[in-house]
């Protein structure tokens, strides 16, 4: 499986990593992106992978807005310490909404 997983903070990028690994150690991270441009531009020059877990907040931006400029044709779970985007997320390509600190049970049953 490929995945990308846009993250601003590098702790909770590399946690989640390790927790992707953990689950199936054949799992290829593309790409760790830390904002809304980066983001788009690796989906405008990169085929889509099978899933993308996305932060909400990002450095230049909420993820939401990446919607706004591209359709990415991925399923996407939200990562998040806010539960206040909930309703929003899901009216996206969501597949689920974890909120953080991640439980390694959550982010399974998210995948599965």
């Known amino acids: 499986m490929n995945v990308i997983i846009v993250e601003d903070e590098n702790r909770a990028s590399h946690q989640l990593e390790r927790m992707l690994r953990m689950y199936d150690s054949t799992i290829t991270i593309l790409a760790q992106l830390p904002s809304v441009?980066?983001?788009i531009e690796w989906f405008l020059q990169n085929p889509a992978p099978?899933?993308?877990?996305m932060d909400i907040?990002?450095?230049d931006g909420e993820a939401f807005s990446?919607?706004?400029k591209i359709t990415p044709k991925?399923?996407?779970i939200f990562t998040t310490a806010y539960d206040e985007y909930t309703l929003k997320a899901?009216?996206?390509n969501t597949i689920d909404y974890l909120l953080k600190?991640?439980?390694?049970?959550e982010m399974v049953r998210a995948i599965e």
């Not at 099978?50 to 877990?53: G, I, K, V």
């Not at 600190?101 to 049970?105: H, L, M, R, S, Y």
């Open 37 to 39: 441009r980066q983001t």
């Open 50 to 53: 099978d899933l993308a877990f």
């Open 57 to 59: 907040h990002l450095e």
């Open 66 to 68: 990446i919607f706004q």
């Open 74 to 76: 991925v399923p996407v």
């Open 90 to 92: 899901f009216r996206l």
């Open 101 to 105: 600190p991640i439980e390694f049970d």
